[in-house]
């Protein structure tokens, strides 16, 4: 079952807060040439990033947990449901492969360049 809440920003053509957010981080992940990488924003129940990632491009049976995968999500600070521009967002690291470094991406919180930094420094460290 998916909810949507009818009074969320991003309906009827209005954009989600968190699409410059969205570009961002889609722009600098890009660059790190991951063979499975999907970034996606919108603003049901709250603003987000989910990004999901794989250093694996077909993994075994071809199911996505098979391989060497990362899901991260980007929210406004804890106590907030909607982003406003130019606040500190906290990135999350929601579940991962087993094999990959779990204890250099803790629960993070600051200015969203800094946020983007530190996972693209994280997938670089864990890069196979």
Not at 103 to 117: F, I, M, Q
């Amino acid at each position: 079952m998916i909810v949507h809440d009818v009074d969320r920003p991003d309906v009827g053509g209005v954009p989600p807060k968190m699409k410059a957010v969205c570009e961002e981080v889609k722009a600098a992940l890009e660059e790190l040439g991951l063979p499975d990488l999907k970034v996606t924003t919108d603003d049901n129940l709250g603003s987000s990033v989910l990004i999901n990632g794989s250093w694996t491009a077909k993994p075994n049976g071809g199911i996505w947990q098979n391989g060497l995968y990362f899901q991260v999500w980007i929210n406004p600070p804890k106590g907030k449901r909607y982003y406003e521009e130019g606040e500190k967002v906290t990135l999350e690291l929601s579940h991962c492969s087993y094999k990959l470094a779990v204890s250099k991406l803790r629960k993070y919180t600051g200015p969203v360049h800094k946020v983007v930094a530190k996972l693209v420094a994280w997938i670089e460290s864990n890069r196979a």
